[in-house]
């Protein structure tokens, strides 16, 4: 079974700073997909990027980029330049790559905000 | 284009009621994904559909959670003799197809549900 951890319940950081958001995942599985999503205080769930375990790269989307450690099985989400509209839950992801198991497992959240 | 519709937003019944909650998936997408959300359990799977076919059940509840999906167009989610327990918000979310250029979901705004 996948399992997903998030150990930082909340963050503040002040606005235009990076911030580092953690995570680490239990799976079986060789292959994987892992992503991060952002919840707004609407409700409101985004998908923001994902890391394919097979590839090395650290995957990056305009200002988000992941820190993928796959010996420590540990995927970071890592936001610079961060603006007040950041501030939301951050949600850590994954799920199978095979057909039929495509359902995700989620982290717990980690409520980030932003101070002007 | 349109996202995930999700109808009702807000849905009140009283304990032992039924529930029916709707999602119309975004137009080409060929898989369906029920989730809930609690303070207490976070984002859970349900299950989902891929081309209209169930595919994994296995987070339904046994009993009075059913869901179908009788066209490409709209799933339900279907809640008999509601209990207290069962207020979340329930999400569904679709994905455009099968391999690795398809691994993400898009979520709908989500029915908030509350049995009194």
């Known amino acids: 079974a996948q399992k997903v951890t998030q150990t930082q319940t909340s963050i503040s950081v002040m606005e235009k700073t990076t911030v580092t958001m953690d995570c680490v995942y239990e799976?079986?599985?060789?292959?994987?997909?892992l992503f991060w999503y952002k919840q707004t205080a609407s409700g409101e769930i985004v998908f923001l990027i994902r890391?394919?375990?097979?590839?090395?790269e650290n995957a990056t989307v305009g200002h988000y980029s992941l820190n993928f450690q796959k010996p420590k099985s540990s995927i970071g989400l890592i936001i610079t330049a961060t603006q007040i509209e950041d501030s939301a839950v951050y949600f850590c992801?994954?799920?199978?790559?095979?057909?039929?198991?495509?359902?995700?497992?989620f982290g717990a959240g980690t409520k980030l905000t932003i101070k002007p | 284009n349109a996202g995930v519709i999700q109808t009702p937003r807000h849905k009140v019944t009283g304990k032992g009621q039924e529930a029916t909650l709707w999602c119309e998936p975004i137009?080409?997408?060929?898989?369906v994904f029920w989730y809930r959300q609690t303070i207490v359990q976070g984002l859970e799977f349900l299950t989902y559909?891929?081309?209209?076919?169930?595919?994994?059940d296995s987070g339904m509840p046994k009993e009075r959670f059913s869901a179908q999906m009788p066209n490409q167009s709209h799933s339900t989610l279907k809640i008999q003799s509601t209990q207290p327990q069962d207020s979340a918000v329930y999400l569904c979310?679709?994905?455009?197809?099968?391999?690795?250029?398809?691994?993400?979901?898009?979520f709908g705004p989500g029915t908030r549900l509350t049995v009194l």
């Open positions: 559909f891929r081309n209209q076919a169930p595919i994994d």
């Open positions: 137009s080409g997408h060929s898989a």
């Open positions: 992801a994954m799920r199978e790559i095979d057909y039929g198991n495509e359902k995700i497992t």
């Open positions: 799976t079986q599985d060789s292959s994987y997909f």
């Open positions: 979310a679709s994905s455009l197809g099968l391999g690795v250029n398809y691994a993400e979901q898009f």
């Open positions: 890391q394919d375990s097979y590839k090395k």
